[in-house]
């Protein structure tokens, strides 16, 4: 299991900005049945099925912060953001944000913080931009001055002018997220939660899209909590890291510490010969026996092999794999932080 | 916290239904031609029974009523339920629970925009049409009073109806289905269709005291002047007990439910 940092409380500020404490939360649904008949049988039975969400969760994050928040499809990284910003209620645990409980002073709570849901938007559909951003600026209380001088600030990093008088339903995905961005910003947070803020942006939207996060985090000290699936968000924004599998937290750490204890992992792609009869098994038992936690499978037609640098050498792996197979080319990559993620799930699987 | 806030919402709402023009028409139209209809209709009824009374309401008394049950109708028309029960089952509810303002008061902003909406917009026209082919209502100033007292409780309990309604989507995902069967159920005993004098004797006592006769029937009742001094007080008692009641249960439901809201997905 990697370096689980402990809760010491005397390393870490004593009034974090964040600071959630056992928080859990399991949902309660409606046994269904597949099917006609099933839909029936659904009628008379009263079977509940509970899904553990969020297990037992606990972290502190400063005033200041960039942390990414990373997890698998369903790892439960959405669900713990919506207890944070005061959405959804926990089964159990503590959670104080700017010393406040979300769920229990809900509007004070949202005074304090800003959200993005990648996934929806919550500005009004068939209203121009311009209009949805003075109606958050009615909702927040941000004076008219206040407001033209923030406005102008989020027009130079996100470009809003291009399409500041088109109804948002009209914009394109890439304008309608930083349409997005600029309105959770209006009321100037402390705390901002970016909830996947690149998912489905081209490059050099998404570029543009994380320039205004750093700018904000740097001219604001705004605290960030951002989930994504896409790694070079975190690699470019986020100095530490949660990561978070079937509810629980299996890492919390720097982004730095992660990369020195598994960086030493090295990946050997090999492009087979056409044809080839490909019997994975044996050469894998052959490579773990130079280094124990190396990997070898097809990946995308290619023999793939990642292994610990320190404990097998390059060579070594090489030449086990020209043994046995006609190679006809291969690569050596460093490990990508996509990678390092996979072993950290693989790992926790295991331990579990 | 200032209403102003909560205002713009409105403000909102009625932008984005005159948005839609065609909707606009076709709203319009459909209610002029509704209201005429059940105008002729009675008259017909009337002078097939060779004029007089029928169930105590003369055809003037029944024109009056008729007239202040589609206004009443439609400025108690806003649709909370379905707000509440849409960003239920979208999961928008999420933007909305994460921002500084009361949820039930913010929807019942919109709600009233709605309500505005329909009834300058869309019932106005029918109302003027209907009064110049023939139907004389003839009131009080009393009468008018009576009845903008008795519609502004009736406003009041109809929406924290509807958002209790609306909220039925946190236990069951068949809203559509349970909209349907209330909006059959709140027509009849509401007295909109028919005034709740055409139902017999034994269901009469029940429904007067059900919060949906306190809906319509009441107001129309009182604009028809059908309400003599001490029905009247009752009347508008029994709206009162409504307001209150409903009040707090639908904060009582708002507070319990809002805590197995999940939503699902980004």
Known sequence: MPSLRPLDEASRSPFPMIRVRNLGKTFVTQKRYPGFLGSLKGLVTREKVRTVAVDDVSFDIDSGEIVGYIGANGAGKSTTIKMMTGILTPSSGRVTVDGVVPWERRMANAANIGVVFGQRTQLWWDLPVTESLTLLRDIYGVTKGEYEKRLAFLDEVLALSEFASSPVRTLSLGQRMRADLAASLLHRPKVLYLDEPTIGLDLIVKEKVRKAIKELNREFGTTIILTTHDLADIEELCRRIIVIDSGRLVYDGSLDELRAKYGRARTVRFHLAPGAVVDVAPLAAELAALDSSSRTAMEEGELAVTFDRAKAGVGAVVQKVLARHEVLDYAISETKIEEIVKRIYLEAEAAR | ?266
């Open chain 2, 1 to 266: 916290m200032s209403a102003g806030r909560y205002l713009r919402f409105t403000r909102n709402t009625v932008q984005t239904l005159l948005a839609y023009r065609a909707n606009v028409l076709f709203y319009i139209f459909g209610n002029i031609v509704q209201t005429l209809v059940l105008w002729y209709l009675w008259r017909a009824i009337f002078a097939g029974a060779g004029g007089g009374r029928i169930n105590g309401f003369t055809l003037g008394e029944m024109a009056a009523y008729l007239l202040a049950a589609v206004a009443t109708q439609s400025a108690i028309s806003g649709s909370a339920d379905g707000i509440v029960a849409d960003e239920i089952m979208d999961g928008n509810i999420a933007v909305n629970l994460a921002r500084p303002l009361d949820y039930r008061t913010r929807v019942f902003f919109g709600h009233f925009g709605e309500c505005l909406y329909n009834a300058v917009v869309v019932s106005l026209p029918a109302l003027v049409i209907a009064l110049a082919a023939g139907a004389s209502v003839g009131s009080t100033g009393a009468r008018l009073a009576a009845f903008a007292v008795s519609l502004a409780l009736s406003f009041t309990l109809h929406f924290f109806y509807k958002f209790m309604l609306g909220l039925t989507a946190i236990l069951t995902t068949n809203v559509w289905g349970v909209f349907n069967v209330e909006a059959v159920v709140s027509g009849f005993l509401s007295g909109a269709l028919v005034p709740l004098a055409f139902f017999p004797d034994w269901a009469r006592g029940a429904m007067a005291l059900l919060p949906f006769a306190s809906m319509v029937s009441v107001p129309a009742l009182a604009f028809a002047g059908k309400l003599s001094g001490a029905e009247l007080a009752r009347a508008l008692a029994v709206q009162g007990f409504w307001v209150i009641a409903l009040a707090l249960f639908s904060s009582w439901a708002w507070n319990s439910l809002v805590k197995r809201v999940s939503v699902n997905g980004g």
